[in-house]
Nanobody, 114 residues
Framework: VWLVESGGGSVQPGGSLRLSCVAS????????MNWYRRGSGKERELVAA????????KYADSVKGRFTISRDNEKNTVYLEMNSLKPEDSDVYYC????????WGHGTQVTVSS
């Protein structure tokens, strides 16, 4: 399983970024895909999730209405559109899939600062 994130960067508050995660090594369309961020606690924080065979999306309360998760099964890619970014969104964002165990990408840094 390989997960490769891209799209991070530095933006001003109120700005937007779109993260991408290209996946390989498993039947992508069948699996739920997740975006996490490192957060301030011991465990990573789930930001957004999108279903595979079962269609759903879910979001952390802190990003509802501002972030949108989507996927393109033809391209084996999951996206995280982030709008109205706030300084507290600054973090390392990770793509994740759970297949018996968790698989993670290397992460992509998002910095929101004026």
């Amino acid at each position: 399983v390989w997960l490769v994130e891209s799209g991070g960067g530095s933006v001003q508050p109120g700005g937007s970024l779109r993260l991408s995660c290209v996946a390989s090594g498993f039947p992508f369309s069948r699996y739920e895909m997740n975006w996490y961020r490192r957060g301030s606690g011991k465990e990573r924080e789930l930001v957004a999730a999108i279903g595979g065979q079962i269609k759903f999306t879910k979001y952390a309360d802190s990003v509802k209405g501002r972030f949108t998760i989507s996927r393109d099964n033809e391209k084996n890619t999951v996206y995280l559109e982030m709008n109205s970014l706030k300084p507290e969104d600054s973090d390392v964002y990770y793509c994740n899939v759970r297949r018996v165990t968790d698989y993670w990408g290397h992460g992509t840094q998002v910095t929101v600062s004026s």
